[in-house]
């Protein structure tokens, strides 16, 4: 398996770079900014990017999209946020950011395969209408759903704090104590520790 973390942008968004060590084949989650450091960093691995995955559609977590040519993957639910400024927030820093529309619109329980790594999606809404979480056996890349110490901001436009805390405490916090959680920002974590220490929770 491979898993790299590459955090990109101003907002210090984690980019995983995720998928089959044999193979070379890997899923790009929230391509944010810094393209030339994301392509670098894979040129220089041999790695074989296939699509990426929006974990939801906020600018720091789709910047990039444009500069890769790949199909994108995202939420029905935040599809209109790509090519809308207003939704992705881009234009509260006057760059009226608009991503390529999605190849594929996510749902609750599907699967999304690469090479022979599969993750399935859990629809986390809460800091956007169409947030997800992507889990492969004991780890699970939240997003903006869930920190170490911390949940996603739900101050922000079609955000809901109680729909947040109902996705972490109903669909994540239901895993394993020893599932690794991978946030969108900021250092992993576990379920057992936010469960546990999480002082929104």
Known sequence: MILETIVVGEME???YIFGSD???EVVLIDPGA???KLSAF???RGLLPKFIVNTHGHIDHIGANHRFNLPILIHRLDADFLSDPQLNLSVLS???YRSPRAARLLEEGDSIEVAD???KVIHTPGHTPGGISLRYEDLIFTGDTLFKGGVGR???PYASGEQLLSSIKEKLLTYDDQTIIYPGHGPISTIAKERRENPYL
């Open 42 to 44: 894979i040129k220089n």
């Open 94 to 96: 006057g760059r009226g």
């Open 13 to 15: 968004a984690n980019c």
């Open 22 to 24: 044999e193979e070379r």
């Open 154 to 156: 739900t101050d922000l």
């Open 34 to 36: 810094d393209y030339e």
């Open 117 to 119: 790594i599969e993750l």
